[in-house]
């Protein structure tokens, strides 16, 4: 019984000490590949803490190999949206200006009542008063609903990013109907020579510009 609780502290701690090494972001909701890396931690490190005959390293090495890869890929997510796009997936739009987008929903395999459920957990009671609705990639939907009395910011939509991190979103220049030409124009109005200098940049839906530089 002793050995059982000696290697079960020794696995909780080793797990805390990767989950730490990842990043605050762990302790909220997971994506995809932390949803996965979550259930093999807890199937790898379940064999050795019940079963005294396996060797503990048995459990531990796979651990550290399973943290590793996950800071491996969160690493290379960093650096580019392409593999960041098919690790994590990006945002879709399912209501559009109180418009709901029959096909993002298809893609999604979003059924009506999924979005009826998600709707009525933001507490809106009907799916009339909701502006815009989007599928995070947590999976989580994130609301705008109408407001009747303050419509200057929902009006405007939400924001769409031209520019992430140093490099053009094709994505947001399709979404928001501009080109690489305008993005380029806006950069100079503003004395900014290089797109790899922008951090973020978004537009609404009146075409207001936020700017973000990268820092030093």
Known sequence: MAMVFIRSVILYLIVMIGIRFLGKRQIGELSATEFVLAILISEVGAIPMQSTEIPLMYGIIP???LIS???FITTISMYSSKFRNYATGRPVVV?????????????????IDDLLEEVRQKDISHISDVYYAIVETNGKLTVFPKDQNNLTSNLYGYDI??????????????DSGKN?????KKLEDNKINKVEDVFLMTIDDRDNIYLVLKSD
């Open 69 to 71: 890869a996950e800071i």
């Open 180 to 184: 690489v030409e305008f993005v380029k």
């Open 63 to 65: 651990i550290v190999v």
């Open 95 to 111: 209501i559009e200006r109180g418009k709901i987008l029959q096909k993002e929903m298809k893609i999604l395999r979003m059924t």
């Open 161 to 174: 990013p031209l520019i992430k991190d140093g490099k053009i979103s094709q994505k947001g220049l399709k």
